[in-house]
């Protein structure tokens, strides 16, 4: 890890109370301007959450593109609203899993069942607690919103941070011990650097997948429930039901000017700030380009001396000497009776857990139901299997492609980044015009659209392990002269297998969840529906049946936990063990 600070950190060229109007520059009076205004305008549109449902202030969703800017600083805010959310829960969660054994027994599995449960199945619970919570307030259903997004976001930021918290070096470890850190020092000083740049990739990825939720998070169906949220989200909804496909382009556009503008004002300077925690040193940190927003920042005085003074508040904060000495943990194992006790708790926990469930399946389903229920598990299996294997054949020989050349793979990982941060979901209108203008079959046609926003994690890790591979076996491959399909079995192949299986995990969870979009897909009045649990699941919700959500739920979450523990766990275990290079 670099200890270095480099030169592109802040640093104040004099002190607050010596800082007067005549040190400003221009930079300093636009840069203060953008920020009252961006202050101004979320203050207006916290105002409006605040407001009753049935306030005649809450005027009905206009697709004018002229609303567009405001209705995509509602749903930016949302988003980052859920962004903050997730760190919140990461933090004390993937903190607490590393820190604890018996919590680590207890949270990660948890962790594992959370990833696997669809994400619209939360919005018939997730309304009626939240519009309970605030009845008849705006607030309820704007925390029913970001909790939805929130859960597309979570999950990955806790698994990211919890194994960066299990592989801190050794070395680093023992340095701690020897400086005679306190607990809350070495978190802070080094446990979450080493964290950073895991948690900064993760926020754009949950970014990326909590668009995808922004449709069904701003325009809520549940029952006799229906309520419209404005942001894009809510306005894609409302073009889809008028059948407006110009207002479905404008939003697109919107759209991509949002994340245009996010990335480059929030996760590029994050980016090349991240680089700074990386524990190699070599070409992949140094070639990273300034981010023109923090040349733009450095050129400021006000808003810099700012920065360094919250930088320097971070900093004593975190050298607090809070907490015992830092201490190896001990080798020395739990008593037995102790372990047997753990055990029979969670034991008794887990049996108590099952007859309940089997009380409530008693009462309501019948076995024809779970059964019939499994078998449309079954077909969204298929429809899966069948769209991972696709999006592989086509995007690991070009991930390939472009990885073997250092240029194409940095241009092409930041196209790869916004393909994946773009809601697959907008481009359901377009397809289901083309099923009804050519009269295709449903069954067919639709399952492509679950592996649209997926696909870009198999070819992002493919580039990335490419990119990693040693030059020196390539090397080899060339002077003896191995090509074609022997040189991908023998060398390419094995190579990139543990970052492929990385990103095929990622594209499998993600198209199981857009399973319960794309399964059943509306154009105006016009819904089509494949068989399958994703539109078993997405007809109960809109019915407001919470006892068919919550079984279609399980049953879909059993199988993607099933594939998890049957394929991928065991396969991922073999090429770490196999197929790693040292």
Not at 93 to 100: E, G, P, R, V
Not at 513 to 541: C, F, P, R
Request: net charge positive; with cysteine.
């Amino acid at each position: 890890m670099t200890a270095t600070k480099p030169e592109t950190s802040f640093r104040p060229q004099a002190s607050f109370s010596s800082l007067s109007v005549r040190h400003l520059n221009s930079l300093d009076a636009l840069l203060l301007v953008c920020v009252v205004g961006v202050a101004i305008l979320v203050g207006n549109s916290v105002r409006h959450m605040l407001a009753p449902l049935s306030s005649p202030t809450m005027a009905p969703l206009h697709l004018n593109v002229a609303y567009l800017p405001g209705y995509a600083l509602r749903t930016t805010l949302r988003m980052f609203a859920a962004l903050a959310l997730s760190l919140v829960f990461t933090f004390c969660y993937a903190t607490l899993a590393a820190k604890n054994r018996r919590a680590e027994q207890v949270l990660i599995p948890l962790l594992d069942v959370l990833q696997s449960v669809p994400i619209l199945g939360f919005l018939t619970f997730t309304v009626t607690f939240f519009l309970g919570l605030f009845p008849g307030r705006v607030l309820g259903a704007e925390f029913a919103a970001i909790f939805t997004i929130f859960t597309s976001q979570a999950w990955n930021l806790a698994l990211g941070m919890y194994q960066s918290l299990k592989n801190v070096p050794d070395e680093l470890e023992e340095a701690a011990r020897c400086f005679g850190l306190t607990s809350w020092q070495k978190f802070w000083r080094l446990e979450v650097p080493c964290a950073v740049p895991s948690l900064v990739w993760n926020s754009m990825m949950s970014m990326a997948g909590g668009w995808f939720m922004v449709v069904y998070s701003e325009t809520i169906t549940v029952g006799n429930t229906h309520i419209v949220l404005p942001g894009i989200g809510s306005y894609v909804g409302v073009a889809i039901t008028q059948r407006n496909i110009w207002a479905v382009l404008a939003a697109i556009v919107a759209m991509l000017l949002v994340i245009l503008a996010y990335d480059q004002i929030v996760f590029r300077p994050l980016a090349s700030w991240a680089t700074r925690f990386r524990l190699e040193v070599g070409p992949s940190t140094a070639s990273v380009p300034e981010p023109w927003i923090l040349r733009t920042l450095r050129h400021t005085r006000l808003l810099s001396l700012l920065g360094d003074m919250i930088l320097g508040v971070a900093r004593n904060l975190g050298t607090l000497p809070l907490g015992g000495r830092f201490r190896p943990p001990s080798q020395q194992g739990q008593p037995v009776a102790a372990r047997w006790l753990w055990w029979s708790v969670w034991v008794v926990i887990l049996l108590a857990a099952l007859e309940q469930a089997g009380t409530y399946a008693s009462a309501f389903y019948t076995s024809r139901q779970i059964l019939h229920v499994f078998m449309l598990g079954c077909i969204t299996l298929l429809r899966v299997v069948s769209m991972v294997c696709l999006a592989s054949i086509i995007w690991v020989p070009v991930g390939v492609w472009l990885g073997l050349d250092s240029a194409r793979a940095r241009r092409a990982q930041l196209v790869v980044q916004y393909c994946a941060a773009f809601p697959a979901n907008l481009f359901f209108p377009i397809f289901v015009v083309g099923i009804i203008r050519f009269d295709l079959v449903p069954d067919i046609w639709l399952t492509p659209l679950m592996i649209l926003g997926a696909q870009w994690y198999i070819l992002f890790n493919v580039i990335g392990g490419t990119s990693s591979f040693p030059g020196a076996l390539l090397e080899v491959g060339r002077n003896f002269n191995v090509s074609g399909m022997l040189w991908w079995r023998k060398i390419m192949l094995p190579g990139i297998i543990p970052y492929y299986l990385t990103g095929v995990m990622a594209a499998s969870g993600g198209a199981w969840n857009a399973a319960v979009a794309s399964e059943m897909a509306q154009w105006g009045d016009i819904t089509l529906k494949a068989h399958g649990i994703g539109s078993y699941i997405a007809q109960a919700t809109v019915e407001g049946s919470t006892s068919r959500v919550a079984l279609g739920v399980v049953i879909m979450s059993l199988f993607v936990m099933a594939m998890n523990w049957v394929v991928w766990r065991p396969l991922s275990e073999y090429a770490y063990r196999r197929l790693k290079f040292s």
